[in-house]
C-alpha cells in the first residue's frame, strides 16, 4: 500500500485542563483532499498548528511522509514541505505582491533575483493573478490577497533537494468573501491539486458549505477530542447521524451543544 503523507499515532494536546485531541490517529495519502470538519472551538486549527510545528503535541507521534517530526519550527525543525494558508492573507503591506510571493526564496535561497523573478510570476499564473507582482495588497482586493497567499505557499526553490510538492493546510480560506469570490478561490484550490499538480495533498478547515463540497473528497468530523466520523464528503452530507446532520442542517436540536 502506498506510503501516507501524514500520519499521526495518538496525538493528543490539552490547553490547561481542557483536552483538545484526544488519542487522534489520521493519515493522508497523496493526491487526498481532506476537510477537517467540526464545531467552533473544538481544535480544527489546532490541528493544522500541530500539522505544521508551530505546535508540539504532549504526546503521541506526527510523522511527515514517514519522518518523525521532532521539534517545533520555532526548535529548528525544517518545514518538511508543509505550507499553511491562513484565513486572513497575511502579506506584508510594504511589498509587492510578487515580493510577498517569492518572500522565503528572496530571504533563504540562493536564487539570483531573475530566477526568484520567473518562479513568482509562473505561481501567480497559477492562481489566476498574472501581471500583479508590481501592485502593493492595499491596492488589490481581499479575495485577490487570499489568492496571492496561495501563490506564495506553492513557491519553493528548485535547486533544494527536497524539492517535493508541498502539503497544504488551509485554515478558512473563504471565511468573508462573497459567493463568487469563494467559488474563484475554491477552484483555484482544487486545481492546484488535480490540474495544475502544484501541491501533493491537503487538509481544509472551513465551516462554508460551498468549500467543504467543492475542495474536500473525504472529510473527518472532529468532536470533543475524537474524529467522531469519518468518510467522504457525499456520505457526510447524506449521513442520517445526528452529529453530523445537526452539523450540515445547522440545527439547535442535537448533541452539539
Ligand atoms: N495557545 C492556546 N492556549 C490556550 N488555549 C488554546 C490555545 N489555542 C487554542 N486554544 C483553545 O483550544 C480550543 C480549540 O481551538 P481551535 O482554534 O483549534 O478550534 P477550532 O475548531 O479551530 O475553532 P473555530 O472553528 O472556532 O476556529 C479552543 O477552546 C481554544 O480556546
Not at 469519518?230 to 445526528?242: F, V
Request: net charge negative.
Amino acid at each position: 500500500m502506498e506510503e501516507p503523507l501524514i500520519e499521526w499515532r495518538k496525538v493528543s494536546k490539552a490547553f490547561g485542563s481542557k483536552v483538545i485531541l484526544d488519542q487522534v490517529d489520521l493519515k493522508v495519502f497523496p493526491g487526498e483532499a481532506v476537510g477537517v470538519i467540526g464545531p467552533s472551538g473544538t481544535g480544527k486549527s489546532t490541528i493544522l498548528k500541530l500539522l505544521a510545528g508551530l505546535i508540539a503535541p504532549d504526546t503521541g507521534e506526527i510523522y511527515v511522509r514517514g519522518q518523525k517530526r521532532e521539534r517545533t519550527i520555532e526548535q529548528g525543525e525544517a518545514p518538511q514541505g508543509i505550507g499553511l494558508v491562513f484565513q486572513q492573507s497575511a502579506l506584508f503591506d510594504s511589498l509587492t505582491v510578487g515580493e510577498n510571493v517569492g518572500f522565503s526564496l528572496i530571504r533563504h535561497s540562493k536564487l539570483s533575483r531573475e530566477k526568484i523573478q520567473e518562479l513568482t510570476a509562473e505561481k501567480l499564473a497559477l492562481v489566476g493573478m498574472s501581471n500583479t507582482q508590481d501592485l502593493y495588497p492595499a491596492e488589490i482586493s481581499g479575495g485577490m490577497r487570499k489568492r496571492v497567499s496561495l501563490a506564495r505557499a506553492i513557491i519553493s526553490d528548485p535547486e533544494t533537494a527536497d524539492d517535493q510538492l508541498n502539503i497544504l493546510l488551509y485554515d478558512e480560506p473563504t471565511a468573508g468573501l462573497d459567493p463568487v469570490g469563494s467559488t474563484r478561490i475554491e477552484t483555484v484550490i482544487r486545481e492546484l491539486l488535480t490540474v495544475q499538480k502544484a501541491c501533493s495533498a491537503y487538509l481544509m478547515v472551513t465551516h462554508v458549505h460551498s468549500t467543504i463540497k467543492l475542495t474536500t473528497d473525504r472529510i473527518v468530523f472532529l468532536y470533543q477530542g475524537k474524529f467522531q466520523w469519518e468518510g467522504t464528503t457525499d456520505d457526510a452530507y447524506r449521513s442520517e447521524i445526528p452529529l453530523l446532520k445537526q452539523f450540515f442542517t445547522g440545527s439547535i436540536e442535537g448533541p452539539i451543544k
